[in-house]
């Protein structure tokens, strides 16, 4: 594993522009960043991160089934009691899941390490799946990489074939998101492509027009029932409005569904830990009201069960205290995880993001930051696995 400082296309922010990736800057600063890739080795990837990424997702799987049938559980786990019965269904039944992305920390030298798994609305899958394939096309056709280069990265084809077996030929799927947010509102436009490609009919709704009627079902603002629903909006935001208690009753079809909250949520970390101590792709993780949370000594990052782009995370290393931005997140409860030792690569901190479609592992994405917490605005850079 390599950071390899590259010169950038010239024309690359009209590229971007053109194909709808509007948010490559935030607030003036870059986000995408294509002055520098991570090339790896097939090995690397196929061994390093495509085997954990399979074998921990079957663990979550494992953790998700138990939980479905554990009050106490889904007690630990912050998820209201009036609805661990539907997320309990949702199991028992089979909703079907589009995607997840594990984050690691990875050096290419030790076993990827689960930092967490954003199980429920992981963003940047238009980076990864369609925007960072054409760079590497582009940079093949321009001779910067040589013939043979290739990507971890299937994420694109896979979603389709995803959606296509997810709902027959013709079928309405309605898309959600807060409607004035560029990145979320391009994400959702990246994946109603992907469905209309596998054949389906898609509406946009903005996530605070969605209705219910008179019988309890959700519609969207022209009043069309809503049989299925993808939302850009976590579950542990949906299980505390007015319409929660509306949500089993519905009949609609939710992507992600919602026991997917058992996985979106950092309190899965120690319980897998409890289960699988010791297993090389996992850090040791404990509720922070754990006694036993005393064995990370005075090395430890504390996070919130729920947060977003590094809010209110704390690392303290051998000591000395880092703290993210501060967002208000934290109420629900908080897990401590042994501290990861990022690779420092080019006075940069990488992140790994390893893309789940269904079962299968479909993709990498790395987001590198000058400091050692992930934030919104820590920069996307591409990859290759060097043939």
Known sequence: MRRVPIAERVDWQAMAEASGFTFHHEGGQ?????????????????????????????????????????EALMARLAIPESVRDYVAESWRSGAPSLYGRFDFAYDGAGPAKLLEYNADTPTS????????????ESRLADGLLGQGTDQFNSLHEKLIARFGALFTTGSLVHFASVADHIEDRQTVAYLQDLAGQAGLETAFVPIDRVGLDADGKFVDEQNL??????????????????????????????????????????????????????????????????AQAGELGNSYVRKPFFS????????????????????????????????????????????????????EPAGLSIREDRARITRNLSRFVPHVIEG
């Open 125 to 136: 899958i238009y980076e990864t799946g369609y925007f960072q394939w054409a760079w590497l």
């Open 308 to 359: 977003r782009e590094g809010w209110d995370v704390e690392l303290v290393d051998k000591g000395r205290r880092t703290r993210g931005f501060v967002g208000g997140y934290g109420a629900e409860g908080h897990i401590v995880q042994g501290l990861a030792r990022l690779p420092r690569m080019g006075g940069k901190y990488p992140v790994l993001g390893s893309w789940v479609v269904g079962d």
């Open 225 to 290: 029932l809503i049989g299925a629903l993808f939302k850009l909006y976590p579950w542990e935001d949906m299980f505390r409005e007015p319409y929660a208690g509306k949500l089993g009753g519905s009949g609609t079809t939710f992507l992600e569904p919602a026991w997917k909250a058992v996985l979106s949520n950092k309190a899965m970390l120690p319980l897998l830990w409890e289960r699988h101590r010791g297993h090389p792709n996992l850090l040791p993780a404990f509720f922070a009201d754990d």
């Open 30 to 70: 870059r986000y995408w960043d294509e002055r520098a890739m991570y090339a790896f080795t097939l090995e690397e990837v196929e061994r390093g991160i495509e085997e954990p990424t399979a074998e921990l997702h079957a663990m979550c799987l494992q953790l998700v089934a138990e939980a479905a049938g554990s």
